[in-house]
């Protein structure tokens, strides 16, 4: 397994923040991502489906602190009197929404304004593949605010109806989600991964991210959630969405 240098990957980072308070340009960057690339390609399909890669110490995000969108079956009534009655899930959700109501409500250029009203978007699993014509080209161009895939109740639980709904469930999954990292398959050779937010976490919390996500990612007994990087690694780098990239591990170290 690659074994990055601590010591210079915290010097990195602690230049990139640095670099990042500075220059004006930066100022409204927030996520730090590890830029993976591989030796190989990775030869998957890319089906916009985020996979949680767990981080052991810093937790990334809390449910609280985002503005969350579940969109639902139709009807949406009764996960939404369920949700909000249940004292864990009362304030989960800023807006919950059938499929047919987001089309709706949100039609043409109007999605641009669901783009910018949400900071997370889940679906139910069942109507998670009618998303991509749903919502719009805007949220499959990148990763950013690719929906995540949640269930409304356990999987296990075969006597509930398809109306259901375990309010804890839901929330177990929303802070699995929030409070660590995740990343999207491709036919590829690079992947991009959030590591760290500018303001909360520190360049060791963020080291020891990275570790857990090449770790993950290199690792075969993980798969099919993890394991995906077969060949090796190239090079390692961070960077924030607008800043220079700036290298970790590999040739260039």
Known sequence: ????????????????????????SLRNDKDIQVIINTSKKMGIKNDHIPRIIPLRESKLRKPKDLRILLITKDPSTSYREALAKD?????????ILSVKNVKRRYR???SIQLYKEFDLIVADFRVHHLLPDVLGSKFYHGSKKLPYVIRMTRPSDNSKTSQDCDPVFVRAQLKNICKNTSYVPNSDNCLGIRIGLIGKHNTREMV??????IAFLTDKSKRPQGGVIKGGISSIFVK?????SLPIYGEQE
């Open 1 to 24: 397994m690659v074994k990055i240098d601590e010591k210079f990957s915290t010097r990195a980072l602690s230049s990139l923040l640095k670099h990042c308070s500075t220059d004006n």
């Open 87 to 95: 004292e864990s899930t009362t304030d989960l959700f800023k807006e």
């Open 108 to 110: 043409g250029v109007k």
């Open 208 to 213: 020891e991210n990275i570790k857990d996500v």
């Open 240 to 244: 924030t969405t607008n800043s220079p």
